[in-house]
């Protein structure tokens, strides 16, 4: 499994903001990562922005709910 590199400083920000506020687990981290690059993939982008990692949150988010 590859590694997937956030080198936005945003997008690194807003998913260390994320997990202090949902209070997510280093699995559901690296779930959201996972989901990000798959919207990333989707998107037709070599990297993941800030907008993937947004929706990935907004997608977890309607998870737990």
């Known amino acids: 499994e590859g590694c997937i ?3 936005d400083v945003a997008g690194t920000a807003l998913l260390n903001e994320a997990l202090s506020r949902l209070g997510l687990s280093a699995r ?3 779930r959201v990562l996972r989901v990000a690059r798959s919207i ?3 998107a037709g982008c070599a990297r993941v922005s800030p907008q ?3 929706e990935a949150v907004q997608y977890r ?3 737990k709910d």
Do not use: E
Request: proline fraction near 0%; charge should be positive; avoid cysteine.
């Open 40 to 42: 990333a993939d989707l």
């Open 28 to 30: 559901a981290y690296h």
């Open 52 to 54: 993937h990692i947004a």
């Open 61 to 63: 988010r309607l998870a």
């Open 5 to 7: 590199r956030i080198t």
